[in-house]
Structures are given as C-alpha cells and as structure tokens.
C-alpha cells in the first residue's frame, strides 16, 4: 500500500460525525482491511508507522507524556492527510490535539485486529519505523 492508498483509505473510511478518539475510524478501517488481502494489512500498518514516526519531533510533543504524545500523533493522522501534511509544515497546528488531548489511540490496533480477522493468527511482526515516542532520534536532537 502506498501513501496515496493510505491516505484514501482513511478519508473513505473517516465517520462524517465527530470521532475525536477515532473508534469509528478504527472499526470501519478494520472492517475494510480485514476484506482484503493480507498486503494491505501489511502496508497499512508501514504507512501508519511511518507517519507517525515523523512526527516524533520535539516540536511537536516536548511537554507530552509518552502515551499521550504518541495517541496525539494518531489523532493527526486520523484527521486526514490535509491536516497531518498541514502539521507537518507549521508545528502550531499540533497545539489543539495536544491541548485539548484529542487522541486516536484505537488507530493503533487496527493493524492488529485487522491481522486477525484475515489471518485468524495475532500480529507478531514490526515495522519498518518504530512509532513509539521519542524513537526518532533525528527529531529530538538539540539545535
């Protein structure tokens, strides 16, 4: 799955009523991946730990616990590429989620569940990016 499909999957799979902790998103993700091939499940989940790993900036998430700051992150992905890419060019626009926690943490299990539902057996495999906070080390250099 590339980036673009990524990015569609969220967007046709996005509920139209307000979903700040992505449940919905993540039910209706699973749902989707869990139709298709096990590649999909696979390339979602390389997709999603990519782009959470940037933004495991300290720009981003300096005063954030761990958890929150990664369930942070997962809320900016699943507002949708606009946003997420907005974020990504002006840091600002990460101070709402963080301030008012809005969090996706649900986002996080859908490979998961998704691996499940196709393969009948639980997830044991990593990614190419480890997603968790402060695992960019590139991001939390001083200067």
Do not use: H
Request: hydrophobic residues 40%; aromatic residues 12%.
């Amino acid at each position: 799955m590339n980036e673009d499909a990524f990015w569609q999957l969220i967007e046709e799979c996005r509920p139209s009523a307000a979903d700040p902790d992505g449940d919905l998103l993540a039910a209706a993700l699973t749902a989707r991946l869990a139709n298709g091939p096990v590649a999909d499940v696979i390339g979602f989940a390389e997709q999603l730990s990519r782009l959470l790993f940037e933004l495991d900036r300290r720009e981003y998430g300096d005063e954030l616990s761990g958890d929150a700051f990664l369930y942070t992150r997962a809320a900016v992905v699943a507002a949708g590429r606009e946003v997420y890419e907005g974020v990504r060019r002006d840091p600002e626009l990460f101070v709402p989620f963080a301030e008012d926690l809005v969090w996706a943490e649900a986002l996080l299990r859908v490979p998961d569940n998704a691996y499940r539902c196709v393969t009948g057996d639980a997830w044991d495999r990593g990614t190419a990016y480890d997603y968790e906070s402060y695992s960019n080390k590139a991001g939390w250099t001083e200067g």
